[in-house]
């Protein structure tokens, strides 16, 4: 009888040592982050962009910050007049803010606006007969690749470049719908974790280019909630870079 009771206290000793492992495990929370911001008093959504997250604030990655501000950018709309690009390209990519031909759907009305979409479309129906539905949809595989994927790779280089050594945790992209982004599975040490949210690379509005970078603290038991400050506002514990940009655009666009 006493040797089963010493069974049984081991036993309980050993599941109450496994649910404390449990409880000492990583644990992880949740951070979104709204892209509505204020530039010139005038609501702008920055919606499709993508945001890098990283451990540590604003001190711990001061060196990548620096980096932020020294880059040097080419624009989308110098990158696509030195491509040799449409005005009509260029129109429509500066109508939705947008940095190539992926942002959204070519609709059928784009193809007939659009020199380089018609080329790329007409090219498709020799590849989908009879199926002109199929041609607009993967219209961007025979676009030149100079302004199918030429901007995004040279974003790329410059997103290299300016983390250097620096490795973000995550990245995500705020949608078109309520233009947020939202990171999962942070992990944090213990109940609460440290982190810098930033786009990185400039989003371009009206001739300027904007790079937000924040830090923010980080529970399991609730989403932190990270808004983006106006242009021009100082809030703690955020940086907002704000540079002139080139002019080389090649067209006078009319927006929505």
Do not use: H
Not at 128 to 154: H, M, V
Not at 222 to 250: F, Q
């Amino acid at each position: 009888m006493p040797s089963r009771r010493l069974k049984l206290s081991g036993l309980i000793l050993i599941l109450c040592g496994v649910m404390a492992a449990g409880q000492n495990e990583l644990q992880t929370g949740a951070l979104e982050v709204v892209g509505r911001v204020k530039i010139d008093n005038k609501q702008e959504k920055l919606s499709r962009k993508r945001f890098y997250i990283l451990p540590g604030g604003l001190k711990e990655n001061r060196a990548l910050l620096d980096r932020v501000k020294t880059a040097e950018i080419t624009s989308r709309d110098c990158y696509y007049a030195k491509a040799q690009a449409s005005p009509e390209l260029v129109c429509w990519l500066q109508a939705e803010n947008c940095e190539s031909p992926y942002c959204r759907r070519i609709e059928q009305p784009d193809v007939e606006k659009v020199p380089e979409f018609k080329t790329a479309y007409q090219k498709g129906l020799t590849q989908f007969a009879r199926k002109p539905d199929l041609a607009r949809l993967w219209l961007t595989t025979n676009l030149s690749p100079i302004f199918a994927n030429g901007y995004y790779k040279e974003q790329q280089t410059l997103l290299k470049r300016t983390l250097g050594d620096a490795r973000p945790v995550q990245s995500t992209m705020t949608d078109s719908t309520t233009v947020k982004a939202i990171f999962i599975d942070l992990p944090l040490a213990g109940a609460k974790g440290k982190f810098t949210i930033s786009n990185i690379l400039p989003i371009e509005i009206g001739g300027k280019s904007y790079v937000w970078s924040c830090e923010m603290d980080v529970t399991a038991e609730k989403r932190a909630i990270v808004k983006l400050p106006d242009a021009g506002k100082t809030v703690k514990n955020c940086e907002v870079v704000i540079k002139d940009l080139a002019v080389c655009k090649s067209a006078a666009c009319t927006q929505k």
